[in-house]
DNA sequence: GTCTATATTCCGATAGAC
DNA sequence: GTCTATCGGAATATAGAC
């Protein structure tokens, strides 16, 4: 991928975490840039088409981790996972799924779907991660591992989302006590 | 109020929980109402007084529920506010923080003040139960109270856009789980 | 209070030169 | 691969008649 391709996606990412999908415009991209938007329509005729790649890209990021992770602990991976959404919430991001979920509706068919993947992409992981740290005595919580994953996934989801309004206090405070909850 | 003006805020509230503030547009209200794009204005000058408006509807609902719940057990009360999300999630809907919260940075400074004082009013509710509710033995919880409630309101909020993506029964599987976890 | 009509701006997208 | 130029459409908003 060209230099300036990549410079598109970064941006375009940046872009939805910061304003929303629908709210920012291939301007937004073509003047820090200083392309014409023509340009960014070369790479990704369409907006979806741009949308489509924010969203592979993240896709790849998290599998990248994932195997990263693999060797560590579970508990251990969780943090990792954590500083993850902790970089955000300093960089004033929300995450791709908090910023993507409201304006579902309104997204091309192709994006709803990759959205869906990344999901269950999310989901599938933190299960696992809960289920085997269980067994391993690295966490302690009740019920399904899946359940569990689904309301750790929305702690950290809508942490970026209330840091916005009331400040990144709000993230310290959730992942702070949400990891001690699973005595991680 | 008159009758139009309701249903103008009516509808706005509907298309911000659906398709996002930055997404629906005047023509998406004055057509179901048969009416021109410049009734609406008439009522609301510009698309930030409309957004003003359902925040202060939403506020006045939220006084107006904890009023009405403020005699009952504090567990009755937190599952009488999940219902208010289970509702929600079985109309298709997000809720305004959920939807609002990642458009902030777009949004005009005086919506922006209007937010932040719906989740400050939200966070001070579910505060005072949780704490209220853990004196009188109806919830156990470990930690702060507050604390608790980010968790609690984090939980619920994205459990909407879950919903969104994956289906109701994210909702269902983060709403029971909660619920248990506080031993409600 | 609602209408017609329009101003203004912006957006996504495309054609064709270089 | 990027440019100029432009199309077609949609958005917010306003003026003035009724």
């Known amino acids: 991928m060209s230099e300036t391709k990549e410079k598109i996606v970064s941006l375009a990412d940046k872009l939805i975490r910061v304003k929303g999908f629908n709210a920012f415009s291939y301007k937004d991209i073509s003047d820090p840039l200083q392309v014409k938007n023509a340009a960014i329509h070369y790479h990704f005729p369409t907006k979806s088409d741009l949308g489509m790649e924010v969203l592979d890209k993240e896709l790849r990021s ?30 004033g991001n929300v995450c791709l799924m908090g910023s993507l979920a ?25 299960t696992g991660c809960l289920e085997q740290g269980r067994k391993h005595k690295r966490f302690r919580f009740k019920g399904d591992a899946g359940d569990r994953a689904l309301l750790v996934i929305s702690n950290l989801q809508s942490s970026l989302l209330l840091s916005r309004v009331l400040g990144p206090s709000a993230f310290n405070r959730i992942s702070r006590q949400l990891l001690e909850d699973l005595g991680a």
């Open 62 to 91: 998290l599998e990248e981790n994932s195997a990263k992770w693999k060797k560590l602990p579970e508990d251990e991976q969780l943090i990792k996972f954590c500083g993850v959404f902790r970089k955000h919430c300093n960089n």
């Open 102 to 126: 409201p304006d579902y509706e309104t997204l091309s068919p192709e994006m709803q779907q990759k959205v869906q993947q990344m999901a269950a992409t999310i989901l599938e992981w933190m």
